[in-house]
């Protein structure tokens, strides 16, 4: 089975506000290598149902009056007519609710928040806990935009190594990145335990994944560093301050047959303290071995060798 690695519809919420710059820049920079579709997304104040039985015309020129506004200002952002394969969609409901079922409506394949310590009005979903949310409950990942977009070129995408965790699905949608843009990946892991590099889990898993990224001829570098005794996310992100990544790929909750709808204290540390945007991977439905990453030919040689 192959996973789905595609950005064919990119969803972004934003508030009516200038702050949807950044996450806009983030999915058209995307949408110029995937070819994606973009819909923009605005949530207005649900009313009540006594008021929408009552009176169901005023929620109908609220609506309009949002969609009104959205357009102004992706038109004012594109200085000009907005771009075909941009959609602008207004709803109404609890804001993290409707992302979701947007999202899933749509069938999006990546959702792309700004994330900021302040945003006025309703978009304060965007505040640690209702971020946490949204990234934990996604069917499909979700990049975080931090401060800026990324660069206009990508050139190193880092991949924070978890030995607890299966890789293959946060491994797969990395390789599809770096193919897209060219860039190379970087693969670090903590190491805890007062032993050899050589001999810990996370050389060997981090040396496992290297092997899979090279037979997909995409540059890969593997660093496995000591920890100083904090916390595993701060020592990935100091690192990263060295490497200067333009994304960082995560798996944000274990893989199981029942979806846990938590982040692990990983996960929160690198999305909220990340100077660069994160690309929040969920676990797939099923398991992906790693080799429906392998070459054609290499995927043959094993299956022979397992049926003799």
């Not at 310590?117 to 931090?146: H, M, Q, W």
């Not at 981090?206 to 020592?235: A, F, L, T």
Request: net charge positive; aromatic share 4%.
């Amino acid at each position: 089975m192959q996973t789905h690695t595609d950005l064919k519809k990119i969803l972004v919420p934003v508030p009516l506000n200038s702050d949807m710059t950044d996450a806009l820049t983030q999915a058209l920079r995307l949408q110029q290598v995937y070819g994606s579709e973009i819909t923009m997304l605005t949530i207005v104040s649900r009313y009540s149902i006594f008021h929408r039985m009552l009176n169901p015309e005023k929620l109908n020129k609220h609506r309009k009056k949002a969609k009104r506004r959205l357009k102004k200002l992706v038109k004012k952002y594109f200085k000009g007519e907005i771009p075909g394969n941009v959609k602008l969609k207004v709803e109404d409901g609890g804001l993290i609710s409707t992302i979701l079922k947007t999202a899933k409506g749509i069938d999006a394949d990546l959702i792309i928040i700004k994330k900021a310590r302040r945003l006025p009005g309703r978009f304060k979903f965007l505040k640690t806990e209702n971020a946490d949310r949204l990234i934990a409950e996604s069917l499909c990942p979700v990049l975080t935009v931090a401060h800026h977009p990324t660069p206009g070129e990508i050139r190193t995408i880092m991949i924070p190594v978890e030995i607890l965790k299966p890789s293959e699905n946060k491994i797969a949608w990395a390789i599809s990145l770096a193919k897209q843009f060219n860039a190379g990946l970087h693969l670090v892991s903590v190491l805890d335990a007062d032993i050899k590099v050589r001999s810990s889990l996370s050389y060997k898993q981090s040396r496992k994944i290297e092997k899979v990224i090279r037979s997909q001829g995409i540059e890969v570098k593997k660093e496995v560093i000591k920890s100083n005794g904090d916390h595993p996310g701060k020592e990935v992100l100091q690192h990263a301050a060295s490497v200067n990544p333009d994304m960082l790929v995560i798996m944000t909750r274990k893989e199981s047959l029942i979806r846990d709808h938590y982040l692990g204290s990983f996960a929160r540390e690198i999305i909220h303290h990340s100077q660069v945007p994160v690309f929040n991977v969920v676990p797939a439905t099923d398991h992906i071995p790693f080799d429906v990453l392998r070459p054609k030919h290499q995927r043959a040689k094993n299956s022979s060798k397992q049926t003799t």
